[in-house]
Each structure stands twice: as structure tokens, then as C-alpha cells.
């Protein structure tokens, strides 16, 4: 997130400063700290600052315990812009690193590898500031407890704080403590969730009431919310994709499609390389943040996947395409998996990777440079900085066709050669660092994506790739009975957190949907069970975010962003077991998570709409649809081809004991059982048929 102003806080006085943007030059190698010893692409990053960095560690507290020193703890991540620039200029000078090392011990944390660590200090800056941001800086007391929170901060702004965060705490050690204590008190009073089994509150009334509220703020013109920088927040698209067919919204509908169709078009997408960037700085989806996220483009192709099968669009089939061929190309691990991020700067400059001068397009395109110009709307009203053009569209290729008095086969070859020789060009340019870490999480979600892009193309590579990833991560990311959080050769990280789990069983039962394979209903249940004992939280009636009590706050994540919370995939994997095993255990314990919910689902659905994902499932008709016989492979293929919300596809070829299927393989055919809360019409033999008794259930 780019940073704006800071309002620094030490204690209750709040102190001004103006922020510059100036850049140090890197230094030689002339220190080496503790974190050479990681694997972290950020930490390796401040290896060599005079900083005496340490990795997050239990010793590292202990040194400052032992030593009656005030810890600084500095979180960042490798694509962050911000954090590179504050490396550069200020923890890279000695003078600032003498005053860091002489009063502080200094811990650099990778928010990608502990993303606890960060939810925790963020939570934090966030009681006292305000708002948050990247690289997140806070100074705590020895037990960790945060005594001052910050973001970025220029050389002088750092030395000033650094000085009197000091003093202050040599000063006055009580008021200190009586602060901490209560910033402490805040974080855990923020993770606190009342229980209810009360599944009464699960009314169609409250999942209206919270899209209601969040109308509003929706921006009617270009899609997304209201606001002068927009993320793409998949998982709220795809509720109200679901909710609109459900509830027969059109103007949720249209609002969907306006968002998908501005952002796929928008400079926020890469028109050359595919892929999506991380957000826009603008309202209108044109100038991106141009860092690249697994996270975004895994979730994104599901979007785009689902939204095809809604509204047939071109674009979004090019899309998913395009996307995938970057994420194999530029972010693939030979071994299988997908690398965590790639960085916005290049040679120092945000964006210089992907972005083009009118005179580079001219020399690259030749003769193809008029209509290239008019496609991506190459004119100087439209120049960024620096007398470049971030590549955006305002018109769908039909719309073009008909302007230009073209077809529709010209222009795909057109477009062949715009890309190869632009593609060609950008690859004599120095490339962008790529964060290698392989995150199990982040990795699951892209198996929902090309499961996804399978079903509504019937590519089979899409499943292939996605059962690749899937044999990668078991086989790199399960150590015994537990999962890491990342993965990479000669990493010493050993912690995997509740959205590992999470988010790899709802893979497993993607694939379980997509292949009848037993083998990954049984895995999802095997990670479902190790979760629920690990991560269980007695008090709450959800999960918390990691298994030990290392921090100052227990952590029970329940919103959702940029990523579904740990706790409403859990959910929808409780209610999706529950309808597979007929186990009314889990989905009353699914809707019990669900209940607790409800308060701030009315309130604020953008920030819970998983949340409200799984209130569609509970509160509208949820159908099971088991295709059994020799056949059923070829009839789930084109089941799952439809736009069918709300409903559980999964299929045998064999006598199987599962609930849904037991007593109903039959050698003399494949038939189709359409169920609804246990209750199952009687078997057809086409997908038509099918399709006439979900509508007439």
C-alpha cells in the first residue's frame, strides 16, 4: 500500500513530519547481519544493512528481556515499494543504524512468512493511528508489548523517533508499561467473538439488508467501490455474482459486470503479459500499483471463470487465458508450484517494467503502430509520467471491429504480432525481483482457480496444472501431520497457520468435485480434522490463526479481503462436508460460526462477503447432485459447464459407500440424482433433465 502522511504517535502526543521520496544507493557489502541465514527474499534484501537485524524468533525477545532493551520490529514484504525505499535511505545509513543498534533490538519480519507477526503489530498501529500500511514499524517493550506504531518514515523522521522513544522509555518505564498494556488490552479486545447458536438470526432478511447497505457504495460508473484507489476483491464479486441469481438482483448483476469488464480492460491488467496488478491508484482502474500477487491472479481467475459462464464474454475467457500463460511463464517453480509475488520496481523506478514511451511503441510496432494506438488509446491526454503509457482499453474488441471495419480474425492477428514483438522488446529490459517463496495458502487458492478455469472451458491442462500444484504441495508443504506456511529449498519455516489448512482442503474438495478421486475428499478431511484440534478455540466457537501463544494476542481472523478469512473458508468447508457425509454436525457447527457473524455482515458485507457466500448457502436452497455410473465423468463435465450457485456436484464410477452414492451404481447406466437436504428426485440420465428438476425442485 503506498504510504501517505504520517500522523506519528509515542504515547498520546502526536508528532508532524513531511515525507520525501528521495532514494539512498545501496552500499557495498561491507556488514552482515542474522539475516543471511534466511530464505526469505526480504530478509536476504536487508542481509547486508549495518542494522544488527535478527529474524522473529522467541530468542530474540529473550536477548531483549535479558537485556532491558526496547524491541523494534520492522515488517515489509519483498514487492513492497515503500519498504525498499526506506531500506535504501535509512536503514542502510550507519549513523541510524549506530542509534538502532545501540537502544533497540531489531527484528526484520517478512509478513509473508509471518503473516501472524504482522496481523498482530498492524492491529496495533491501526489502534493507535488510525490506519496501517507498508513497511509497518512499531517499538514495543521487551514482552512485545507496542509502545508505537509507524509506517514509513524518512531518515530524519526515524533518528527523531528513535530518540524519543528512547527517552521516554528511560524516563518514565511506568507510563510506558501502563500504555503498552492498554494498546495490548485493544489487540485482543479486536479478536474477540461472542458465540451464539442461535441459527434463527440466518434469514434471507439479513443477507438483503447487508447488500442494501453496501449499495451505496458502490461506484455505478466504473465499478468497484467508491474511493480514489481500488482493489479487486474477488471474493466480493463472486457473492454477488451468486446473489444476484438468487435473489434476482439485476442492478447487483450489472454492477459485477461493470467491475469485471473496467478492471479487464483497465491498465490494472498487464494487455501484453496477462496477469493482474495489485490495485489501482486511481478511480478508474487505470494506473495500477503494478507489483504482481499469486494471492490476486489465483482468485481473479476464478472470478473470471464463473463470470464467463454468467456472461459469455470473450474478454473474460481471453483473460483467464492470458493469465494463466503468465502465471506458467514468469511465476511457475520448475518443481510445480507458483513463486509468492512480483515486485512493481525495476532499477529503482515503479512500473518501468511494463510501461512504454509513444517513441519505444513506434520503433517495437512499425507499421502496426496506428491501430495499436487507437486499441490501447495511445494519446497524449493519456500519458502517465515520465512520458509513458500505462496500456489500457476503453473498448471491447466487437465494439472495435465495427469502428474500425475490421474482423474479428485480423484483429486477433494483429494483436499476435503487437504482443510477440512487445513481449520480445520488454524481455531485453531488466526484469522485476520475484519473490520465490512457494505459500501453501496462496497455492490453494490458484488450484480453485484453474479447477475453475477447467470447468467453464473444458481445457483439461487447466486440471492437470491444478493437480500438479496439488501434488507439489503435498509433497513439499506436509511435514507428517502438519503443514508449513511457505516453502523454499533450505527454508527453516516450520509454521503453517489456519489458512493453510483452510484454504487446501477447499482445494482438495474442488478437486474432489472435479475428478471423483477419493483420495482428495479424504485429504480434506484429514486437514479439516488436524485443524479443528490444532486451531480450535473453545471461547470464541472459531479458529485462531496460529496453533501456539508466542504473541501478545490470540488471533481469530474473521474478515475478508484481499483473502477470504481463514475462519469462513473453514466454514464453507464444515457446510460442504456436512452436504457430502450427511453430517449434520458440521453444518450446524458451519452455521453456528456463521451466526456469530451476523452483526457485522449487516453492517459492513464488503468487508464479509465469504461470510455472506455462506449465508446464500444456508438461508436459499442448497442442492447435492451425484452422477453415478460409467459415465459420469463426461455428465459432470457438462454439469459443471452451467452456472449453477448453490449447488454440490460430485460423481462415482463405482459401488461406493459415500451417502450420496450408496446403492445407486447401476452396471446398465449412469444416472443423475438431484437432491436437496437429503431428499433426491428420481434419477435422470441428461444434464437437460437435471437441469428441468433443480428448477422445478
Known amino acids: 500500500m503506498r504510504f501517505s502522511t504520517n500522523n506519528l504517535i509515542v504515547f498520546m502526543v502526536f508528532i508532524f513530519f513531511s515525507c520525501s521520496d528521495t532514494k539512498g544507493q545501496k552500499s557495498d557489502h561491507k556488514f552482515t547481519n542474522d539475516l543471511i541465514h534466511e530464505t526469505s527474499p526480504y530478509l536476504l534484501?536487508?542481509?547486508?544493512?549495518?542494522?544488527?537485524?535478527?529474524?522473529w524468533s522467541p530468542a530474540a525477545l529473550e536477548q531483549a528481556k535479558k537485556e532491558n532493551k526496547l524491541v523494534l520490529v520492522s515488517v515489509g514484504y519483498s514487492s513492497c515499494h515503500?519498504?525498499?525505499?526506506?531500506?535504501?535511505?535509512?536503514?542502510?545509513?550507519?549513523?541510524?543504524?549506530?542509534?538502532?543498534?545501540?537502544?533497540?533490538?531489531?527484528?526484520?519480519?517478512?509478513?509473508?512468512?509471518?503473516?501472524?507477526?504482522?496481523?498482530?503489530?498492524?492491529?496495533?498501529?491501526?489502534?493507535?493511528?488510525?490506519?496501517?500500511?507498508?513497511?509497518?514499524?512499531?517499538?514495543?517493550?521487551?514482552?512485545?508489548?507496542?509502545?508505537?506504531?509507524?509506517?514509513?518514515?524518512?531518515?530524519?523522521?526515524?533518528?527523531?523517533?528513535?530518540?524519543?522513544?528512547?527517552?521516554?522509555?528511560?524516563?518514565?518505564?511506568?507510563?510506558?508499561?501502563?500504555?503498552?498494556?492498554?494498546?495490548?488490552?485493544?489487540?485482543?479486545?479486536?479478536?474477540?467473538?461472542?458465540?451464539?447458536?442461535?441459527?434463527?438470526?440466518?434469514?434471507?432478511?439479513?443477507?438483503?439488508?447487508?447488500?442494501?447497505?453496501?449499495?451505496?457504495?458502490?461506484?455505478?460508473?466504473?465499478?468497484?467501490?467508491?474511493?480514489?484507489?481500488?482493489?479487486?476483491?474477488?471474493?466480493?464479486l463472486d457473492?454477488?455474482?451468486?446473489?444476484?441469481?438468487?435473489?434476482?438482483?439485476?442492478?447487483?448483476?450489472?454492477?459485477?459486470?461493470?467491475?469485471?469488464?473496467?478492471?479487464?480492460?483497465?491498465?490494472?491488467?498487464?494487455?501484453?503479459?496477462?496477469?493482474?496488478?495489485?490495485?489501482?491508484?486511481?478511480?478508474?482502474?487505470?494506473?495500477?500499483?503494478?507489483?504482481?500477487?499469486?494471492?490476486?491472479?489465483?482468485?481473479?481467475?476464478?472470478?473470471?471463470?464463473?463470470?464467463?459462464?454468467?456472461?459469455?464474454?470473450?474478454?473474460?475467457?481471453?483473460?483467464?487465458?492470458?493469465?494463466?500463460?503468465?502465471?506458467?511463464?514468469?511465476?511457475?517453480?520448475?518443481?510445480?508450484?507458483?513463486?509468492?509475488?512480483?515486485?512493481?520496481?525495476?532499477?529503482?523506478?515503479?512500473?518501468?517494467?511494463?510501461?512504454?514511451?509513444?517513441?519505444?511503441?513506434?520503433?517495437?510496432?512499425?507499421?502496426?503502430?496506428?491501430?495499436?494506438?487507437?486499441?490501447?488509446?495511445?494519446?497524449?491526454?493519456?500519458?502517465?509520467?515520465?512520458?509513458?503509457?500505462?496500456?489500457?482499453?476503453?473498448?471491447?474488441?466487437?465494439?472495435?471491429?465495427?469502428?474500425?471495419?475490421?474482423?474479428?480474425?485480423?484483429?486477433?492477428?494483429?494483436?499476435?504480432?503487437?504482443?510477440?514483438?512487445?513481449?520480445?522488446?520488454?524481455?531485453?529490459?531488466?526484469?522485476?525481483h520475484i519473490d520465490d517463496k512457494i505459500i501453501i495458502s496462496w497455492n490453494a487458492l490458484l488450484i480453485n482457480g484453474l479447477v475453475d478455469a477447467y470447468h467453464a472451458f473444458g481445457e483439461v491442462s487447466y486440471l492437470e496444472k491444478a493437480e500438479e500444484v496439488f501434488n507439489f504441495l503435498q509433497q513439499n508443504g506436509l511435514k507428517g501431520d502438519h503443514l508449513v506456511h511457505s516453502y523454499k529449498k533450505g527454508s527453516k519455516t516450520d509454521h503453517g497457520f489456519l489458512e493453510d489448512y483452510a484454504f487446501l482442503a477447499n482445494a482438495s474438495l474442488k478437486l474432489y468435485s472435479a475428478t471423483m478421486s477419493d483420495k482428495y475428499l479424504d485429504f480434506a478431511k484429514k486437514l479439516t480434522q488436524i485443524a479443528q484440534t490444532k486451531f480450535n478455540d473453545e471461547a470464541s466457537g472459531m479458529y485462531s490463526y496460529n496453533a501456539d501463544e508466542e504473541l501478545i494476542s490470540k488471533i481469530i481472523k474473521t474478515d475478508d479481503g484481499v483473502l477470504p478469512s481463514p475462519n469462513s473458508v473453514m466454514a464453507e468447508n464444515l457446510l460442504i462436508l456436512g452436504h457430502i457425509d450427511y453430517d449434520k454436525k458440521a453444518t450446524n457447527q458451519a452455521k453456528s460460526m456463521l451466526s456469530s457473524m451476523v452483526p457485522v455482515i449487516e453492517e459492513n458485507a464488503y468487508n464479509y462477503a465469504k461470510w455472506n457466500s455462506i449465508l446464500l448457502k444456508s438461508v436459499y436452497p442448497f442442492y447435492e447432485i451425484a452422477v453415478v455410473g460409467d459415465q459420469a465423468n463426461a455428465i459432470m463435465v457438462e454439469m459443471h459447464r452451467e452456472y449453477l450457485p448453490n449447488t454440490l456436484i460430485i460423481g462415482s464410477v463405482k459401488d461406493s459407500e459415500q451417502p450420496l452414492f450408496k446403492g445407486r451404481y447401476d452396471n446398465e447406466g449412469t444416472y443423475i440424482y438431484v437432491c436437496q437436504d437429503h431428499t433426491c428426485k428420481l434419477p435422470v440420465t441428461s444434464v437437460q433433465l437435471a437441469l428441468e428438476q433443480l428448477n422445478n425442485f
Open 45 to 55: 534484501q536487508h542481509a547486508h544493512n549495518p542494522v544488527n537485524w535478527k529474524p
Open 82 to 236: 515503500w519498504c525498499h525505499v526506506m531500506e535504501e535511505e535509512t536503514f542502510e545509513d550507519e549513523e541510524v543504524a549506530r542509534l538502532m543498534n545501540e537502544n533497540f533490538i531489531n527484528i526484520k519480519v517478512d509478513r509473508e512468512e509471518r503473516p501472524d507477526v504482522d496481523h498482530v503489530y498492524m492491529t496495533a498501529l491501526q489502534l493507535i493511528k488510525g490506519n496501517g500500511g507498508w513497511p509497518l514499524n512499531v517499538i514495543t517493550l521487551p514482552n512485545g508489548k507496542p509502545i508505537y506504531g509507524g509506517t514509513y518514515h524518512t531518515k530524519e523522521q526515524w533518528g527523531k523517533v528513535l530518540t524519543q522513544v528512547s527517552k521516554l522509555y528511560k524516563d518514565n518505564p511506568e507510563k510506558a508499561n501502563e500504555y503498552a498494556d492498554m494498546v495490548a488490552k485493544g489487540i485482543q479486545e479486536v479478536n474477540l467473538i461472542s458465540p451464539t447458536s442461535d441459527l434463527g438470526v440466518l434469514t434471507q432478511e439479513v443477507l438483503k439488508k447487508s447488500v442494501e447497505n453496501w449499495k451505496p457504495n458502490w461506484d455505478l460508473h466504473w465499478g468497484g467501490n467508491k474511493g480514489v484507489q481500488k482493489f479487486m476483491i474477488p471474493v466480493n
Open 239 to 432: 457473492f454477488l455474482l451468486d446473489y444476484s441469481f438468487l435473489t434476482a438482483d439485476s442492478n447487483a448483476k450489472e454492477f459485477v459486470g461493470l467491475t469485471m469488464n473496467k478492471i479487464a480492460l483497465g491498465g490494472v491488467y498487464d494487455h501484453i503479459a496477462g496477469g493482474f496488478y495489485r490495485y489501482s491508484t486511481d478511480s478508474k482502474w487505470e494506473i495500477p500499483h503494478f507489483e504482481k500477487m499469486l494471492y490476486d491472479n489465483a482468485q481473479l481467475l476464478s472470478l473470471y471463470s464463473k463470470g464467463y459462464k454468467v456472461f459469455k464474454s470473450p474478454l473474460f475467457k481471453n483473460t483467464v487465458k492470458e493469465t494463466i500463460a503468465f502465471l506458467d511463464r514468469e511465476m511457475k517453480n520448475p518443481e510445480g508450484g507458483y513463486y509468492a509475488a512480483i515486485d512493481a520496481d525495476s532499477e529503482g523506478e515503479e512500473g518501468k517494467f511494463y510501461v512504454w514511451t509513444e517513441e519505444e511503441l513506434k520503433s517495437v510496432l512499425g507499421d502496426e503502430f496506428p491501430l495499436f494506438s487507437e486499441y490501447f488509446g495511445v494519446k497524449r491526454s493519456n500519458i502517465w509520467e515520465k512520458n509513458a503509457y500505462v496500456l489500457s482499453r476503453t473498448l471491447h474488441d466487437g465494439d472495435f471491429i465495427e469502428k474500425n471495419d475490421i474482423t474479428q480474425k485480423e484483429l486477433d492477428n494483429h494483436r499476435k504480432v503487437w504482443k510477440e514483438r512487445l513481449l520480445r522488446a520488454r524481455s531485453q529490459r531488466v526484469r522485476p
